[in-house]
């Protein structure tokens, strides 16, 4: 697999609560640097990142995050105030006590609020793949398409389980070309990476992504 093209699938990540503001810059000359994907930062970050990025590069942010406990009013309220600000993409996490209850209707809904908030923009759906069965990961997946996100993403990264290829394989299978997945937690080699892509994943999501491409230049393939 072409090395640059898989650099261009990450969404490099900083959602460290401690993080500074010489972090967020190191993080945004390292995106552009290497080209990839977007970065993903806390709302609070997002005007500094697009007066760096100067538009070289989308900014993501996050949306009732790490939860998903937020009131929808909430989440919606925090992906327009992030519009506002300039995100490009939100990444949100769904109400994952819904979906444990089977209220798939309730998480859809969630969904749909943030995705009119977001005014066209991309909406990732964060389903937290640790904490469903088999079941509720495909019903997450639906709800998601039927309310208009882009991307279904396989987990925060917080909640004590990360991507696996099996969820990858799961969710692709179920939004087919509908939506796009987006792989993330635990993610942090170049092997790892190509594993997910092959698998169904069109964008990963790491707070590895500079190692990852160093890596890449230590080997000779970047």
Same mark, same amino acid.
């Given at each position: 697999? !072409?090395?640059?093209? /898989?650099?261009?699938?990450?969404?490099? &990540?900083?959602?460290?609560?401690?993080?500074?503001?010489?972090?967020?810059?190191k993080?945004?000359? !390292?995106?552009?640097?290497y080209? @990839?994907?977007?970065?993903?930062?806390?709302?609070?970050?997002?005007?500094?990142?697009?007066?760096?990025?100067?538009?070289?590069?989308?900014?993501? &942010?996050?949306?009732?995050?790490?939860?998903?406990?937020n009131?929808?009013?909430? =989440?919606?309220?925090?992906?327009? !105030?992030?519009?506002?600000?300039?995100?490009?993409?939100l990444?949100?996490?769904?109400?994952?006590?819904?979906?444990?209850?089977? !209220?798939?209707?309730?998480?859809?809904?969630?969904?749909? %609020? +943030?995705?009119?908030?977001?005014?066209?923009?991309?909406? =990732?759906?964060?389903?937290?793949?640790?904490? #469903? &069965?088999?079941q509720?990961k /495909?019903?997450?997946? #639906?709800a998601?398409?039927?309310? %208009?996100?882009?991307f279904?993403?396989?987990?925060?990264? #917080?909640?004590?389980?990360?991507?696996? /290829?099996e969820?990858?394989?799961?969710?692709?299978k179920?939004?087919?070309?509908?939506?796009? +997945?987006?792989?993330?937690g635990?993610?942090?080699?170049?092997?790892?990476?190509?594993? @997910?892509?092959?698998?169904?994943?069109?964008?990963? %999501? &790491? %707070?590895?992504?500079?190692? /990852?491409?160093?890596?890449?230049?230590?080997d000779?393939?970047?």
């Open positions: 697999m !072409d090395k640059q093209k /898989i650099l261009s699938m990450l969404d490099s &990540t900083l959602l460290k609560a401690d993080a500074k503001k010489e972090d967020i810059v993080l945004c000359e !390292d995106a552009k640097k080209r @990839f994907a977007a970065v993903c930062v806390h709302p609070c970050h997002v005007e500094l990142c697009k007066s760096l990025l100067k538009g070289e590069l989308p900014v993501a &942010t996050v949306v009732g995050f790490p939860m998903g406990a009131a929808p009013e909430v =989440k919606a309220y925090e992906a327009a !105030d992030a519009v506002k600000r300039g995100a490009d993409e990444d949100m996490v769904i109400n994952i006590g819904a979906v444990r209850d089977g !209220d798939y209707l309730k998480a859809e809904e969630d969904i749909r %609020g +943030v995705v009119k908030a977001a005014g066209g923009r991309i909406v =990732k759906v964060i389903i937290e793949t640790c904490y #469903l &069965t088999e509720e /495909i019903q997450a997946c #639906l998601a398409k039927r309310a %208009g996100a882009s279904v993403k396989t987990s925060t990264g #917080l909640a004590g389980g990360g991507a696996t /290829i969820d990858v394989r799961l969710m692709k179920t939004v087919g070309d509908a939506l796009k +997945v987006k792989a993330a635990g993610i942090r080699s170049i092997e790892e990476c190509e594993k @997910f892509i092959e698998a169904g994943a069109e964008r990963i %999501g &790491t %707070g590895t992504a500079v190692k /990852i491409a160093e890596g890449l230049i230590s000779g393939g970047y």
